[in-house]
């Protein structure tokens, strides 16, 4: 298990809920330090010159001692954690929508490199989740599950890491997020060691994904040190056959009755990021409201190589 760093700025503590996630508190004083270089490029900027957002990666990582960047790597890749939540202050006016992109983009490139999400078109996406909804996935359905899965299982893009910020939040109960770390889960050993589950499976994705081709891969593999990983989305696997079907059907059943879930409510202005390989994660249902409306950022990337 990592050491907790002690960096200027920060407020590092284990999550209250999983002494496996690490919890990030921004103070204000840094919130304020940040305020200057994050001005220097609008979010246009952001998003047509690459380099700008490693601009303000570094501004993050000047004002947190040159430390941040470390612990980030360090937590995001050790099996023991691999999850982070960065906290701001919810009272503080400083924060709005414009700010948080950027605190994202900052992490995000402290964390690696973005991948191109094919939803926006853009490193990163914003989208809402509202009372009605007429898209093909799971992702916008307010009052459905999500199931535990992990992201990039359709796409080429390797995807070591994700990112989600709640950016806005209005009338609503419910929709908790829900995480679980592999080796946590119950039936990882039996599922994991499963011939079917070491298969290719075929994976594609509903038009709105904007993916228009298909990928092949197993639900599970092994990582260098032998440890089990996870790619894996109840949505998007194409069986073949009934014995991939009812595989399917055992993993899903088997992650959604987990006792080992953690279930949490994660305030506006947070800003969680964790390991694609080992961490699952979903979202519960939420209380019907036809004023409902949650705004999420996603950025999602690759370690850097070296
Ligand atoms: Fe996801």
Redesign the pocket.
């Known amino acids: 298990m990592i050491n907790l760093a002690n960096i200027n700025g920060l407020k590092i503590s284990q999550n209250n809920n999983s002494k496996r996630i690490i919890d990030i508190e921004l103070k204000d004083e840094l919130v304020d330090k940040l305020i200057f270089p994050f001005h220097k490029f609008n979010v246009t900027a952001l998003e047509y010159k690459p380099f700008t957002r490693f601009t303000i990666a570094k501004s993050l990582d000047d004002l947190t001692e040159n430390k941040l960047s470390n612990f980030l790597k360090l937590t995001l890749r050790d099996r023991d954690t691999g999850c982070a939540i960065f906290k701001t202050n919810n009272n503080n006016k400083k924060i709005d929508d414009i700010f948080l992109t950027k605190l994202s983009t900052a992490i995000a490139h402290l964390a690696g490199v973005p991948n191109y999400d094919s939803m926006s078109g853009k490193y990163y996406v914003r989208f809402q989740v509202k009372h009605e909804d007429q898209s093909d996935s799971y992702?916008r359905k307010a009052y459905i599950n999500?199931d535990l899965?992990?992201?990039g299982t359709y796409v080429k893009e390797i995807t070591d890491w994700?990112l989600?910020s709640k950016i806005e939040e209005k009338n609503v109960e419910g929709g908790e997020t829900t995480l679980l770390h592999l080796d946590d889960w119950e039936h990882c050993e039996e599922l994991s060691k499963d011939p079917i589950g070491r298969q290719n499976f075929i994976w594609g994705a509903p038009k709105s994904k904007n993916v228009d081709y298909k990928v092949e891969h197993p639900v599970f593999t092994n990582d260098k040190k032998g440890k089990v990983q996870i790619s894996y989305?109840d949505q998007f696997p194409e069986p073949k056959n009934m014995e991939q079907g009812n595989f399917l059907q055992k993993l899903s059943d088997a992650l959604e009755e987990s006792k080992n879930k953690i279930i949490s409510k994660l305030p506006v202005g947070s800003v969680i990021v964790s390991n694609n390989y080992f961490w699952l994660?979903?979202r519960k249902p939420f209380k019907q409201n036809k004023n409902l409306c949650r705004e999420l950022l996603?950025i999602r990337g690759s370690f850097f190589i070296n």
């Open positions: 992702l999500m899965h992990t992201d994700l989600m989305i994660h979903g996603r």
